[in-house]
């Protein structure tokens, strides 16, 4: 099976060579023999391995932070702990009560969205997970990119990992990358949370975690969408940083990249950071590491297309036409932001908007923070939403992770009523999002 394969696999990986140095030392591992029935082939730690489903459980089990991480008896951290871990289930109870009620898309909606899953033949009751950005990334998972083609404005990252773990070609497979998805985030905020509680204190780090949860487009961290893998990558990176091992951080460096478009501006990071003196070699190394990751996916797309741009260009098949040029026309973007039509639609939502807005207005608090943090996340907010003209940019917010540690932080000091009100809010939001994905409807 491809679940046990891949998320089993990413749990070994964890457990050997990652873990935080927080918890305690990183534990060495050797490597692997494999018996694929013709001969015996050594294979590196770091490679994909078959693993036993108790293996993938006991990881599971490990990565949902509230079942590892013990209170250190603050009465307030308790509170936000108590409130995460209800707000945790009923998104759950919630989210999976509406997969089981939801008829799936009508004929119309399924054949609206190419590539849907499955390619060939009328929808089935996997489908109603494979609606936007599923259905290319399992598309480009199992044939590549080709030439003038509208999948090839996604990032190559997610549909290797598809392809190698066995989920692509899996007749579950929208199920599996929604699985692996989950397992992606469930660590990232594990690990998330031990890095804020020992910088800000575990009142912040579970207020954090709260923020990250009720996210409008947070739902989408579930699901078969780069979010969570960009997510866990743009983790790594951060927390990695403080740590005397700082190889993670270098080879999320070089995979950010190859992840998502915004992939790129991380690099933000450590120029700012060389620029202000502050360990230039290391911040040297890390913006050739940012440089090379790109660089290896501008090679991809030339040799599999033969336009080293043609994941640029395909981006004018889609609504809006997102394009870098766009940022040479402010008029043009302030115009577009001020097109108010639905409480959410692809092209005047009114949720994007204020999404937006509520984002700038942290900017300024992370600066204060870490220079390199402000500067990180006006590049990773403005740009897309200029560039898209505030398309899914509900959904492009949620990997700003400085943005929401700021947001934890004001968040520990609320009064716990508002926080339950906001609980109470965000997930009938998420709700109502997710039943329209479900049904192929607008809901990035």
């Given at each position: 099976m491809p679940l046990p394969w891949s998320l089993a696999t990413m749990a070994w990986i964890i457990r050997c060579g990652g873990q935080d140095r927080f918890v305690g030392e990183p534990r060495l591992a050797g490597s692997?023999?494999?018996?694929?029935?013709?001969?015996?082939?050594?294979?590196?730690?770091?490679?994909?391995?078959?693993?036993?489903?108790?293996?993938?459980?006991?990881?599971?089990?490990?990565?949902?932070?509230?079942?590892?991480v013990q209170s250190q008896g603050s009465d307030s951290a308790g509170g936000f702990r108590t409130l995460y871990i209800w707000a945790l289930g009923a998104k759950l109870v919630l989210l999976l009560v509406l997969l089981r009620l939801s008829p799936g898309?009508?004929?119309?909606?399924?054949?609206?969205?190419?590539?849907?899953?499955?390619?060939?033949?009328?929808?089935?009751?996997?489908?109603?997970?494979?609606?936007?950005?599923?259905?290319?990334?399992?598309?480009?998972?199992?044939?590549?990119?080709?030439?003038?083609?509208?999948?090839?404005?996604?990032?190559?990252?997610?549909?290797?990992?598809?392809?190698?773990?066995?989920?692509?070609?899996?007749?579950?497979?929208?199920?599996?990358?929604?699985?692996?998805?989950?397992?992606?985030?469930?660590?990232?905020?594990?690990?998330?949370?031990?890095?804020?509680?020992?910088?800000?204190g575990e009142p912040v780090a579970w207020a954090t975690l709260l923020v990250f949860l009720l996210l409008?487009?947070?739902?989408?961290?579930?699901?078969?969408?780069?979010?969570?893998?960009?997510?866990?990558?743009?983790?790594?990176?951060?927390?990695?940083?403080?740590?005397?091992?700082?190889?993670?951080?270098?080879?999320?460096?070089?995979?950010?990249?190859?992840?998502?478009?915004?992939?790129i501006c991380l690099a933000v990071i450590p120029f700012v950071e060389w620029l202000r003196g502050r360990s230039r070699p290391f911040q040297a190394?890390?913006?050739?590491?940012?440089?090379?990751?790109?660089?290896?996916?501008?090679?991809?797309?030339?040799?599999?297309?033969g336009d080293v741009f043609a994941g640029f260009q395909?981006?004018?098949?889609?609504?809006?036409?997102?394009?870098?040029?766009?940022?040479?026309?402010?008029?043009?973007?302030?115009?577009?932001?001020?097109?108010?039509?639905?409480?959410?639609?692809?092209?005047?939502?009114?949720?994007?908007?204020?999404?937006?807005?509520?984002?700038l207005a942290l900017i300024v608090p992370a600066t204060r923070l870490r220079l390199s943090w402000g500067a990180v996340c006006l590049a990773i907010i403005v740009i897309p939403a200029s560039t898209n003209w505030f398309l899914s940019f509900s959904r492009f917010s949620i990997v700003a992770i400085p943005l929401w540690v700021v947001a934890g932080i004001r968040a520990a000091k609320a009064d716990h009523f508002l926080l339950r009100v906001a609980v109470g809010y965000g997930l009938i939001i998420q709700g109502w999002l997710w039943w329209r994905f479900l049904q192929f409807q607008w809901a990035s």
């Open positions: 692997w023999v494999l018996d694929d029935r013709s001969h015996k082939k050594r294979i590196p730690r770091f490679a994909f391995i078959p693993a036993s489903l108790g293996t993938l459980l006991r990881f599971l089990s490990q990565a949902l932070i509230f079942s590892k898309p009508n004929y119309t909606a399924f054949a609206n969205y190419e590539p849907h899953w499955p390619e060939r033949g009328s929808s089935i009751w996997q489908s109603r997970l494979s609606c936007m950005d599923i259905g290319h990334y399992l598309w480009i998972a199992e044939h590549g990119y080709t030439p003038d083609n509208p999948s090839n404005a996604f990032y190559p990252l997610w549909p290797a990992i598809l392809k190698l773990s066995g989920i692509s070609a899996s007749p579950n497979a929208p199920s599996f990358a929604a699985l692996t998805a989950f397992a992606l985030w469930a660590w990232s905020m594990r690990r998330l949370y031990l890095w804020i509680q020992k910088r800000y409008p487009s947070s739902i989408f961290f579930w699901v078969g969408f780069t979010e969570s893998l960009f997510l866990a990558l743009f983790v790594t990176y951060l927390t990695s940083l403080s740590r005397t091992n700082r190889i993670p951080a270098l080879l999320a460096a070089c995979l950010l990249p190859l992840a998502r478009p915004v992939g190394v890390t913006m050739v590491c940012f440089l090379m990751g790109f660089g290896t996916y501008l090679s991809m797309m030339r040799a599999a297309t395909a981006q004018q098949y889609f609504i809006n036409s997102p394009s870098l040029s766009h940022l040479l026309e402010p008029g043009m973007v302030v115009s577009q932001f001020f097109r108010f039509e639905e409480l959410h639609s692809p092209q005047g939502s009114m949720l994007d908007r204020v999404m937006f807005l509520g984002s």
